[in-house]
């Protein structure tokens, strides 16, 4: 008996055990976004992002789920970048943008049938699509070229010759923007097209920027007669020196025609029609030059009169408003305390909370998406502290419920770190900040672990309780891994974003290290063994702290920013950030941008530093980690700086390169770990 039940139990198949989650498995992640629920609530489409592992590249396809969860099915497969679906106003047909054809084009896929035929055929990229009220139309965005500059009479090569690529001559303030590379020179209109397919007309023109920018897409609705467009653009003089500033018009399709509806200093966007035609939402707040303030949630007439804020008194930062059917609340979008929530705003300002837990990106920052049937029902993006995105649905009276599972396999075979949050009090001044802990795989209470101190950037962002892939990924090498908010960062309400108003870097560095004793302090902290890391401002912050203090053993500062000066004359963001993050330019401010410099504490600096930049990064260009790696060399620091081809801000452009942050920061770390 005994020699039998072990022969039964060794030719029976082992199941394997998880183990913790690995680098390579950044090509098996998938992560659900932008769903949008049909008229009828029965069906939400959604873009499913994914990567290849043979390409080394990433892409989207659309698909589509019953809301209650039972049915799911693939609408788009294959190496492309789909995305944007949008459903007609009768929920028969499904409009979407795909490049499967070699560039960009709208797609309309038809449920009945399952039939997709594609709408548009021309150089154009559409972005932004839109329906009209009676589903005959559909409007767009796209950048329309313009005669490029020409200095002088260059020579005209001979038949056959082959020449070098020509100067490049530009007149514009912003050139190049941070992932998009040199910016064409170009203007962005609003086009309709048929539904049925057919010529396509543009319905802006003239050289001025139409509900986007060559960097920025944008938005626009239309009205319930069809008779109008409703967008932001930027129309004033000089509008590149002042990138938050653009009004809203209303433009009538059948002519171009521009009827201005806002007039006041401040960005107006995201505008939405109500379902009467006699109001329309928008988001927007009066530019005063702060570094950061609350984006408010407005409506106003048709006609642009009796303009007044449904959120003044909230102190939240909203965005991507909704109407409800019935025309008497909208539904936005806002971060609370490191958490996306849609809330419910009425037309006398009540707000309630709608659902909670957005997400759709594979890191902890605020973000996520959501739509609304003619019910109520929302469909929005999920994301947790150990759950990557899914679709998930809320109703009223009922509880919020999960309606995709793109990782379930993935994840019964991997073992992630046990997310906490937590809250403390700064050394400086006793202000509370929140922050997250990921403990290892099979964390042990009684052991001792190493720390790294994780820094977001922005600085006006937030992390919170949202999944993030490279903190997990550095948990499952055996470290702790804390992340917090502190002052500057978004989601607590202006005046604690505005606690770092023109000194930024400065006292966030205590709410950072009053974060790591506090997990010290619990007596799991190995303190000989404690590193700090972060990227873009949290790659400013890190160079901050090593500036003070010699606590680390190591730090990986990922694209920083190291000298304001140079940043705010190179930065594709600079005409934004000399305005608003200082109080002028450098010339005219030389203490202020020299006190906060990075170049200012280099001189203290004992800690071995690794600087790691995208090769394409705009945002903060390759110069500043050159100037502070040769600093560091010049003053006998141990460091290294690495260069990442093809790689924007964030280096996320190849999933193999987002590998390569997460290991070159954890085999740096391992150079000058502490082993008794």
């Given amino acids: 008996m005994v020699a039998l039940t ?32 049909s008229p009828d609530g029965q069906w939400i489409a959604y873009v499913r992002k994914w990567s290849d592992v043979t390409t080394d590249r990433r892409y989207s396809n659309i698909s589509l789920v019953r809301a209650d969860g039972t049915q799911g099915r693939t609408l788009t497969s294959g ?59 559909v409007a767009f965005l796209a950048l329309v070229p313009t005669a490029p500059l020409v200095i002088g009479q260059p020579l005209t090569p001979p038949a056959g010759a082959t020449w070098a690529a020509p100067p490049k001559v530009t007149d514009r303030l912003t050139f190049r923007y941070d992932g998009l590379g040199e910016l064409p020179r170009a203007f962005m209109h609003a086009f309709v097209v048929s539904a049925n397919g057919g010529t396509v007309r543009q319905v802006t023109r003239g050289d001025f920027d139409h509900g986007g920018t060559n960097y920025a897409p944008g938005s626009l609705a239309w009205t319930p007669d069809g008779r109008e467009l409703v967008m932001p653009a930027r129309r004033d003089t000089n509008p590149e ?140 993006s999920r994301s947790m502290p150990q759950e990557p995105s899914d679709v998930a649905v809320a109703a009223s009276g009922a509880p919020a419920r999960v309606v995709t599972a793109l990782n379930a396999a993935l994840l019964t075979e991997r073992r992630l770190g046990a997310v906490e949050e937590l809250w403390y009090t700064s050394s400086k001044d006793g202000l509370k900040i929140q922050g997250w802990l990921i403990k290892p795989p099979g964390f042990d209470p009684s052991r001792k672990y190493p720390l790294i101190l994780e820094i977001h950037g922005g600085p006006f962002l937030n992390y919170g309780s949202r999944f993030d892939e490279e903190k997990q990924l550095m948990a499952a090498a055996g470290y702790l891994v804390l992340y917090v908010n502190p002052r500057g960062s978004t989601s607590y309400g202006e005046s604690f974003a505005m606690r770092i108003h023109h000194t930024y870097p400065g006292d966030d560095r205590f709410d950072l290290e009053s974060g790591v004793d506090a997990i010290i302090a619990r007596g799991i902290v190995d303190t000989t063994n404690l590193f700090v890391t972060g990227g873009s401002g949290g790659g400013v912050l890190t160079a901050w702290l090593i500036g003070h203090t010699t606590r680390y053993r190591a730090a990986a500062a990922f694209y920083p920013v190291i000298n304001w000066e140079s940043f705010n004359l190179t930065a594709d963001i600079a005409p934004n950030t000399s305005r608003t993050w200082f109080p002028g330019m450098p010339w005219d401010h030389v203490a202020n941008y020299d006190q906060r410099s990075l170049l200012s504490v280099v001189k203290q600096v004992k800690t071995p530093t690794i600087i790691m930049t995208g090769e394409e990064d705009y945002r903060t260009p390759m110069s500043e980690s050159e100037q502070y790696y040769k600093a560091l060399k010049m003053l006998g620091v141990e460091s290294v700086l690495v260069r990442v081809p093809e790689e924007s801000h964030g280096i996320r452009k190849r999933p193999s390169h987002e590998a390569s942050k997460v290991t070159t920061a954890l085999g740096w770390f391992a150079r000058y770990r502490y082993t008794p």
Avoid: C
């Fill in 6 to 37: 072990a022969l039964a139990m060794s030719t029976s198949p082992l199941r394997a055990q998880p183990r913790p989650l690995a680098p390579v498995d950044l090509f098996a992640l998938q992560y659900a976004g932008d769903p949008q629920i």
């Fill in 79 to 137: 190496a492309f970048t789909e995305t944007s679906p949008r459903w007609s106003p009768d929920g028969t047909r499904l409009l979407y943008v795909s490049n499967r054809g070699g560039k960009p084009q709208l797609y309309v896929h038809t449920m009945a049938s399952r039939t997709d035929v594609a709408l548009t055929n021309d150089d154009r990229a559409p972005s932004a699509p839109a329906w009209s009220a009676d589903g005959r139309q």
């Fill in 241 to 380: 020196l002042h990138q938050r500033e653009t009004e809203l018009y209303a433009v009538s399709v059948a002519d171009g025609a521009l009827r201005r509806l806002t007039r006041r200093y401040g960005p107006d966007a995201s505008p939405v029609v109500s379902p009467d035609g006699q109001w329309i939402a928008f988001t927007g707040f009066d530019d005063t030059g702060a570094s950061f303030t609350n984006t408010q949630l407005y409506v106003m007439r048709r006609d642009g009169s009796g303009r007044r804020s449904l959120t003044a008194n909230a102190d939240r930062n909203v965005d991507a408003p909704v109407w409800a059917a019935d025309g008497q609340a909208l539904y936005v979008r806002s971060d609370v305390e490191g958490n996306t929530r849609v809330l419910r705003v009425t037309l006398d300002g009540a707000i309630t909370e709608v659902a909670r837990d957005l997400g759709e990106g594979n890191s902890a920052y605020g973000g996520g998406s959501f739509s609304v049937s003619r019910g109520g029902v929302v469909a929005y």
